[in-house]
């Protein structure tokens, strides 16, 4: 079921019933149990950064104020679709973010609304010019 529910978290209680031979009922209950225990956290939408157009990417990093614990710095970036990844680092910085975007305003525009955010000191970027591997 998590297998199933993690490639498409949109799927019926029903269609994933059918693939793991249990009613949709059944299924519910058990989603509802995951949920509860905090196995399944939530349900998101991946965004396909090529449909959208969005060709510019950089690595951003950021320098949080001292604390900001890395949950906090999740709660802010969460609310960017323009975030494909972030992870916390080992060294000065506290995270790296990787951010795709539309041209060079939209990711300044980003950039910028990233280093408003509360617990965010500063940031250093590196816009990427082409891809090698990947």
Known sequence: MLELLGRDGR??????????NLSATAVKR???RL???GVVRG???VLDPGVLDW???AFVEVFCRERTPPEEILSS?????EVVAAWTVTGDA???VHLRAADMRHLEAVIERIRREPGVQRSRSTVALSRLIG
């Not at 019926?12 to 693939?19: N, P, Q, R, V």
């Not at 970036?77 to 679709?81: G, I, K, T, W």
């Open 11 to 20: 799927a019926s209680y029903a269609e994933i019933g059918l693939l793991v």
């Open 35 to 37: 949920r509860e225990r």
């Open 43 to 45: 349900f998101t939408v």
């Open 55 to 57: 060709t510019t990417e």
């Open 94 to 96: 506290d995270a790296l």
């Open 77 to 81: 970036l969460r609310q960017f679709p």
């Open 30 to 32: 058990r989603v509802d």
